[in-house]
T-cell receptor, first 114, second 111 residues
């Protein structure tokens, strides 16, 4: 089944403790991206990647890192999480990028930083 | 640099009625996409309409695009309780590779 898989689905952590949210897709998509969703603000893009070893900042990249060492994986790294990073996070992928086709989304990771 | 703004923010209708949601954006676009999200879950793509298209249909969904007014509408005909969800428009600016989402319309269909 074609899908985007995020892990974990739920995470509660403490301020400053490094964490990684994994994202994997099995559709051989070149383009992958991360979004955060907050009430009243919709979805905002954090980082995106056009292909392996190519990443770029989105709207709200501060406090986040990403890497794209393999085509299927695009982990989101929070080196020193803070409470304002409490949010619902989504990974998405698409074939050739959003200018060409639709995006497929993971089920989301609800992160709470205390 | 959020692109889309949906209107209304919330909509409540009876089952069987039609639901119309509108989206306005600010710059020239490559395409506009509509997504659906059930409460707290992942987004599901509904329709993509390109800047040179004016209307698209998919089942009970009809999307229009007016690039001169920088606006789009999503019509869901003969709504069902299962259509209850949040609906988002998302735009891709011309020459860009980012998808910018609006804040969404929360649709409630009452059985």
């Amino acid at each position: 089944e074609a899908q985007v898989t995020q892990n974990p689905r739920y995470l509660i952590t403490v301020t400053g403790k490094k964490l990684t949210v994994t994202c994997s897709q099995n559709m051989n998509h070149e383009y992958m991206s991360w979004y955060r969703q907050d009430p009243g603000l919709g979805l905002r893009q954090i980082y995106y990647s056009m292909n392996v070893e190519v990443t770029d900042k989105g709207d709200v990249p501060e406090g986040y890192k990403v890497s794209r060492k393999e085509k299927r994986n695009f982990p989101l790294i929070l080196e020193s999480p803070s409470p304002n990073q409490t949010s619902l996070y989504f990974c998405a992928s698409s074939f050739g990028g959003p200018s060409n086709t639709e995006a497929f989304f993971g089920q989301g990771t609800r992160l709470t930083v205390v | 640099s959020q692109q889309g703004e949906e209107d209304p923010q919330a909509l409540s209708i009876q089952e069987g009625e039609n639901a119309t949601m509108n989206c306005s954006y600010k710059t020239s676009i490559n395409n506009l996409q509509w997504y659906r999200q059930n409460s707290g879950r992942g987004l599901v793509h509904l329709i993509l309409i390109r800047s040179n298209e004016r209307e698209k249909h998919s089942g009970r969904l009809r999307v229009t695009l007016d690039t001169s007014k920088k606006s789009s509408s999503l019509l869901i005909t003969a709504s069902r309780a299962a259509d209850t969800a949040s609906y988002f428009c998302a735009t891709v600016e011309t020459g860009a590779n980012n998808l910018f989402f609006g804040t969404g319309t929360r649709l409630t269909v009452i059985p």
